[in-house]
């Protein structure tokens, strides 16, 4: 007795579909179907909001780094018997008042952070690699970054909610002015960017392990050079922001029980960190250097040109450690540079441009058209 061969069967329905959109496209009369675009039913379009929710859908809710996030909170919060009215709501206030919190905390952060990056670039030097006389490609912003940065809005705000309510109650965080010592105060500001990187420096490099990437990480890294302050720092998958805001959490609790910690030198904390993220994401020159801490937007432009290198944010000693560390290089020959009084007069060498890109297609056109990436 023979045996069908199931590839048969999907041939014979390949071409079934193939004719109808044969038919389809030659029949001057009007359905309620959609016309067949080239290549048959298998390559029809959705509308834009459709894909968004389907990305949306694929993406968070049925994504595996989502369901492990959402597993692992709920025996926390069962373990510690903290309601999900707790976790949103610590300070027990009313919706309008929540609302109003939101508020004024996406006002500190777009009007007073991110506003104090875009007072100081125009006074600073752009990076080497974006002096170009073409630009560098940019991501253009669409309803699945917006999603994600609504959802990550929401986030900071639960966040900066349960960190100010620790730092109001918690008996091992000092409070009084007159208790600010050289320990709980400039040491553990030092101590909390130590720690806090020591922390994420693997994390980052575990979400770029290839089985991993695709989950979460990859989203954040469609910008080979983001330009846009907080809008390209804060567009991630929530499940990144999470985990980097958990281990912020527990760098606070590691400093307090070691070396002590006075709520000035979180608060210092928290602005360094949220003006250095920022900055990390526009395409100005900014180094900050002080007994081992080496912040640089450089390090970090690095690491979205080279995926593989540069995972700390502030503390590249970790990066060394590592193995991963990568010095800054423009992309630019100096040669051209020098002819060029400082500019690139022949166009731009491939390292300067995403692994995915064509630099003859840039040297021809001035950009670049974004592909699929790897996973």
Same mark, same amino acid.
Not at 57 to 82: D, E, G, W, Y
Not at 123 to 145: E, F
Not at 214 to 235: E, F, L, M, Q, S
Not at 323 to 330: A, I, K, L
């Given at each position: ?12 329905? @390949? @071409? ?34 459709? #894909? ?19 597993? =692992? ?87 900066? #909610? ?78 990144? #922001? =999470? ?19 006075? *709520? ?23 180094? *900050? ?45 100096? @040669? ?40």
């Amino acid at each position: 007795m023979k045996t069908r061969d199931k590839s048969d069967g999907r041939s014979v329905w @390949k @071409k079934i579909r193939e004719e109808f959109c044969v038919k389809r496209r030659r029949s001057p009369k009007r359905t309620l179907l959609p016309a067949c675009p080239l290549g048959g039913m298998d390559k029809l379009k959705q509308p834009p909001l459709l #894909q968004s929710l389907h990305e949306v859908m694929r993406t968070i809710v049925f994504n595996p780094a989502s369901a492990l996030v959402v597993v =692992i909170a709920a025996a926390l919060m069962r373990r510690s018997q903290m309601s999900l009215a707790a976790l949103l709501n610590p300070w027990e206030v009313s919706l309008l008042m929540w609302l109003s919190g939101y508020a004024a905390v996406r006002v500190a952060l777009l009007g007073f952070v991110d506003g104090v990056v875009w007072f100081l670039a125009p006074r600073l030097p752009p990076l080497p690699s974006r002096v170009g006389p073409k630009p560098v490609y940019q991501h253009q912003i669409n309803a699945m970054d917006v999603t994600y940065l609504l959802i990550n809005s929401t986030i900071e705000y639960v966040f900066a #909610q349960q960190i100010g309510h620790l730092l109001w109650h918690a008996p091992f965080i000092v409070r009084a002015p007159e208790l600010l010592g050289l320990l709980n105060g400039p040491l553990a500001f030092w101590l909390l960017l130590v720690v806090d990187d020591m922390l994420y420096a693997p994390l980052h490099r575990f979400m770029h392990l290839q089985s991993i990437y695709k989950y979460v990480h990859k989203h954040h890294h469609r910008n080979t050079y983001p330009a846009r302050g907080y809008i390209d720092a804060a567009n991630e998958h929530p499940v990144e #922001q =999470i985990s980097a805001l958990t281990l912020h959490w527990m760098a606070v609790h590691i400093v307090a029980f070691t070396a002590g910690l006075h *709520v000035a030198a979180v608060g210092a904390h928290f602005g360094f960190k949220a003006l250095g993220a920022c900055f990390n994401h526009t395409g100005y020159d900014v180094r *900050v250097a002080f007994l081992g801490i080496d912040y640089s937007v450089r390090s970090h432009e690095t690491h979205h040109r080279k995926p593989t290198t540069n995972y700390a944010q502030y503390v590249m000693f970790w990066d060394r450690i590592m193995g991963t560390y990568r010095e800054y290089e423009s992309g630019w020959e100096a @040669k051209d540079v020098s002819a060029a009084g400082g500019h690139a007069a022949d166009g731009p060498a491939a390292d300067r441009l995403p692994a995915w890109a064509d630099p003859a297609l840039e040297a021809r056109a001035g950009h670049v058209a974004e592909r699929a990436h790897a996973d």
